[in-house]
C-alpha cells in the first residue's frame, strides 16, 4: 500500500518512490473506481482537475508468470484487455511506447476514446521488479495533451526505487 507522504513524495508497495506535482491530489476511493480496470491489485491515484489528468498505479505479485514474461509481453497482454474494456469509449491503439521510470524501462501503449463528448488520451504502462509487476495508466484531455505531457515526463523523472 502507499505509505505517508514526504514533502509530495508517497512509497508505493514499499519500493516505488512517486513525486506527487503540485495541483495534484491523492484520490480516494469513490474518485478510483472509475479508472481501476485491475480491480484485483491494490490501487493509488492522482488527479488534477484543473489539468483534466489522472494518473493510477497498482501492482501485483505474479509467481511463474514473472519468471517468463518480462514488462513488454504483460504489455502486449494487456492493450486487448484495455481496448476491450474501453471499447464502448470508442477506443483507438495509437501505438506502444518505452518509457523509463527511474532507470527501470517501462513498456506499454497509447491509445485515445471519447468520454463524455471529450476527446481523451490515455497511455497504459507495465513495469517489472524482481516478481512484481506495476500498472500505470494516465488519462489527459486531447486538447491539453502537450501541457500534460511535460507534466506527466516530470513525473516519470522523478519515480525512484527504494529497494534493490
Not at 484520490?27 to 488534477?48: C, G, H, Q, T, Y
Not at 501503449?109 to 500505470?136: H, N, P, Q
Not at 484531455?141 to 534493490?164: C, Y
Amino acid at each position: 500500500m502507499a505509505t505517508g507522504e514526504q514533502k509530495g513524495r508517497f512509497l508505493l508497495n514499499d519500493e516505488l518512490s512517486i513525486q506527487v506535482p503540485e495541483g495534484f491530489h491523492v484520490m480516494d476511493e469513490s474518485e478510483v473506481s472509475a479508472f481501476k480496470l485491475f480491480r484485483e491489485a491494490p490501487n493509488w491515484s492522482i488527479s488534477n482537475s484543473n489539468q483534466h489528468m489522472v494518473l493510477t498505479v497498482s501492482w501485483k505479485k505474479s509467481g511463474f508468470a514473472a519468471l517468463l514474461l518480462g514488462a513488454k509481453d504483460v504489455a502486449q497482454k494487456m492493450e486487448p484487455q484495455v481496448r476491450k474494456a474501453m471499447e464502448q469509449y470508442g477506443y483507438a491503439l495509437e501505438g506502444f511506447v518505452t518509457e523509463e521510470l527511474g532507470g527501470r524501462k517501462a513498456e506499454g501503449f497509447a491509445y485515445s476514446y471519447r468520454a463524455k463528448d471529450i476527446d481523451m488520451v490515455g497511455e497504459t504502462l507495465s513495469v517489472k521488479k524482481g516478481k512484481t509487476f506495476c500498472y500505470i495508466h494516465c488519462y489527459m484531455r486531447e486538447s491539453m495533451r502537450e501541457e500534460s505531457r511535460k507534466i506527466l515526463d516530470e513525473i516519470f523523472r522523478a519515480v525512484r526505487w527504494e529497494k534493490g
